[in-house]
Nanobody, 121 residues
C-alpha cells in the first residue's frame, strides 16, 4: 500500500525559507499530477501549487513569486520551495500525488498526512 511521507516543515521567522518534500513509501508504477495543499486553523484546505507530469506549474495567487513546486520523476517525489515566508503562510501542508501502482490499475489520489509550517517571530 502506498503512503506519502512529507518532511521539511517547521518553525521559521518571517522572510525565511523552507523546503518541503513528499515521497511515496510504497511502489509506484507511474505518476500524473502532483499538488501541494495547505490548511490553516479555522479555514478550508486550499490548493497551493500544481505540477503536471511534463513539468507545467500553477500557483495560488497568494504564493506566486515566492513558492516553487518541482518534481523528481525518478523518485516519484514532489518538492515545495517556500521563500519570503509570511505569517499568513502558517498552515499544515499536504501533498497529493495522482498515481497508479501497476499498468492495469486506475490512477488514484494519494494524500500525505501533513507537515506543520509555522511562520512567526
Amino acid at each position: 500500500q502506498v503512503q506519502l511521507v512529507e518532511s521539511g516543515g517547521g518553525l521559521v521567522q518571517p522572510g525565511g525559507s523552507l523546503r518541503l518534500s513528499c515521497a511515496p513509501s510504497g511502489r509506484i508504477f507511474r505518476t500524473n499530477v502532483m499538488d501541494w495543499y495547505r490548511q490553516a486553523p479555522g479555514k478550508q484546505r486550499e490548493l497551493v501549487a500544481t505540477i503536471t507530469s511534463v513539468g507545467s506549474c500553477n500557483y495560488a495567487d497568494s504564493v506566486k513569486g515566492r513558492f516553487t513546486i518541482s518534481r523528481d520523476n525518478a523518485k516519484n517525489t514532489v518538492y515545495l520551495q517556500m521563500n519570503s515566508l509570511k505569517p499568513e503562510d502558517t498552515a499544515v501542508y499536504y501533498c497529493k500525488i495522482n498515481a497508479r501502482t501497476t499498468p492495469l490499475t486506475p490512477f488514484y489520489d494519494y494524500w500525505g498526512r501533513g507537515t506543520q509550517v509555522t511562520v512567526s517571530s
